[in-house]
């Protein structure tokens, strides 16, 4: 099966700093990456669609100068939480469509947790 | 704009029985799939079985099987034979276009099955 990648797999940092997390599909290309938020026991939300090569489109209410996004191959996206602070603590997945590879799905990575001190 | 409504926050029941968890959803699309993942205690999202909306037919897995509703905007899985490792929270999620769009999630139901 398809499989994607996320580094790190847990982070901490100080409020004020920035955070980079990878998201990797490793065995097939992805024009298209996803960017969701999970709040503890809550459900996933979508922030932000990734696409290789051109700007991401952020979900309303999402803050694109704080969630920096790039998709600068088929198969790496970035997401830099700048200016980190404690509100930003959360789960961090992503999700890689498979459609290059004939498959109509997206496929999640393992998440990343983010604490903010 | 989709919205996709879980019921249920929690349900509980013994291994080997059946169990069906209950979804609604909404959307002023034409063309929308409709899936449901399983997320266990790794949080590793796991896709459970997937529904395209113009198909009729209720998509089935092995022991798990949809009952779409088109015209009610409903899908409630149904897991026979429950098994321990069934144990997790399920997600019940919409998305439009191709099927590999955004997705649109519930709130979730904690599905525990006791031994």
């Known amino acids: 099966g398809a499989v994607v990648s996320q580094h790190p797999s847990r982070v901490i940092c100080k409020s004020g700093t920035s955070v980079k997390i990878e998201c990797r599909s490793l065995d097939f290309q992805a024009t298209t990456m996803f960017w969701y938020r999970q709040f503890p026991k809550q459900s996933l939300m979508l922030m932000a669609t990734?696409?290789?090569?051109?700007?991401?489109?952020?979900e309303q209410g999402v803050e694109k100068d704080k969630f920096l996004i790039n998709h600068a191959s088929l198969t790496l996206s970035t997401l830099t939480v700048t200016s980190a602070h404690p509100e930003d603590s959360s789960f961090y997945i992503c999700?890689?469509?498979?459609?290059?590879?004939?498959?109509?799905?997206?496929?999640f990575g393992p998440g990343t947790r983010l604490t903010v001190l | 704009a989709q919205t996709v409504t879980q019921s249920q926050p929690e349900m509980s029941v013994q291994e080997a029985e059946t169990v069906t968890l209950s979804c609604t959803y909404d959307?002023?699309?034409?063309?929308?799939?409709l899936f449901w993942y399983k997320q266990p205690p790794s949080r590793q999202m796991i896709l459970v079985i997937r529904q395209e909306a113009y198909k009729q037919q209720n998509a089935t897995e092995n022991r798990f099987s949809v009952n779409f509703q088109k015209a009610a905007k409903s899908f409630s899985l149904k897991i026979s034979d429950s098994q321990l490792g069934d144990t997790a929270m399920y997600f019940c999620?919409?998305?439009?276009?191709?099927?590999?769009?955004?997705?649109?999630f519930g709130k979730g139901t904690h599905l525990i099955i006791q031994p």
């Open positions: 999700s890689a469509d498979a459609r290059d590879r004939g498959q109509s799905e997206q496929f």
């Open positions: 999620a919409s998305s439009s276009g191709g099927g590999a769009d955004g997705l649109t």
């Open positions: 959307t002023s699309e034409s063309n929308y799939y």
């Open positions: 990734s696409n290789e090569g051109s700007k991401a489109t952020y």
